[in-house]
C-alpha cells in the first residue's frame, strides 16, 4: 500500500473517515503500554473519574456519542 495524503483522506466521505480514524486508533490502543502520559494528564484523568463515580448519569455510552457524531 502506497502512503495516504490529506488529499486523499478528504476524498473520503466524513463516515469513512471516522471509520479510518477508528482503525487508527485501534493501532494505537493495541501498543498502549508503550504511550507515556504526563502528571499533568494523569491528574486530568484522575478528576474525570472521579467525576464519572460521583454522578455516572451524567455520562453517555459510546454508542449514544458516535449516534449524535453522525447525526450532524
Not at 473517515?17 to 491528574?43: G, N, P, Q, S, Y
Not at 454522578?55 to 449524535?68: F, H, M
Amino acid at each position: 500500500m502506497g502512503r495516504i495524503t490529506v488529499s486523499d483522506t478528504l476524498a473520503l466521505s466524513i463516515p469513512e473517515r471516522i471509520l479510518l480514524v477508528e482503525e487508527i486508533w485501534d493501532t494505537i490502543a493495541a501498543k498502549a503500554e508503550m504511550i507515556e502520559i504526563t502528571d499533568e494528564e494523569k491528574r486530568i484523568i484522575d478528576q474525570r473519574l472521579q467525576a464519572y463515580y460521583q454522578n455516572p448519569n451524567a455520562a453517555s455510552p459510546w454508542e449514544d456519542v458516535y449516534k449524535r457524531i453522525i447525526a450532524k
